[in-house]
């Protein structure tokens, strides 16, 4: 498999679930900007929407959508636990945790990266997003992961929103104490921390 990333957005998730599953791939680094790759190809000819993340599986078929994604990954090694059995109720809720991070939370965000988008728009925008951050605390609780005792798929995505808000807003999570140890914990796994030393500029 390959998978189309660029440092910093939101392929980190799927990037985390590979390593955390052990599957092999290859890291293919987009330019969004320039829509080309590192090896000078145009993205748009890969992923029409031209944004990451896009995994390419071995028969040539590419997949996008990063919430879609890694629930595929984690159907191709189900004895990791990383995705609940199709059709189990908590199935349904990991679904619903990951449209949650992605709508509410990842799409919520998006507004923050216009540098158009006035003061007050961006105070009235942060003080909403503050309220959904609220609610994904409350739903890990004592966890100490979103689903409770097991680490599943809709972790790097929320480990990946949670380091986007703080970059974004240029604060950290000291108002949500449950998330700021959710976000701690994950940074802790080793499959995060090689992503993210993978995706770390030379020199960094």
Not at 51 to 79: F, N, R, S, W
């Amino acid at each position: 498999m390959r998978l189309y990333y660029t440092p910093g957005a939101c392929s980190l998730s799927p990037h985390v679930t590979l390593r955390e599953l052990g599957l092999p791939f290859e890291l293919v680094k987009v330019d969004l900007r320039g829509k080309v790759t590192a090896g000078g190809v145009d993205f748009r000819t890969i992923s029409p929407a031209g944004y990451v993340p896009a995994l390419e599986l071995d028969d040539g078929t590419v997949m996008t959508e990063g919430a879609i994604m890694v629930q595929y990954l984690g159907e191709l090694k189900p004895e990791a636990g990383l995705v609940p059995a199709y059709g189990t109720p908590a199935r349904w809720q990991l679904m619903q945790w990951l449209h949650f991070v992605a709508t509410e939370l990842h799409k919520g965000m998006s507004p923050l990266y216009n540098a158009k988008a006035g003061a007050e728009y961006r105070a009235a925008l942060l003080d909403r997003l503050g309220g959904r951050l609220r609610v994904l605390e409350q739903r890990v609780g004592d966890g100490p992961y979103l689903m409770g005792a097991q680490f599943t798929v809709v972790d790097p995505y929320a480990f990946y929103v949670l380091r986007a808000w703080q970059a974004l807003s240029k604060g950290d999570l000291t108002a949500w104490p449950g998330l700021a140890a959710y976000y701690a914990r994950l940074g802790e796994r080793p499959s995060v921390q090689a992503a993210l030393a993978a995706e770390a500029p030379p020199g960094r």
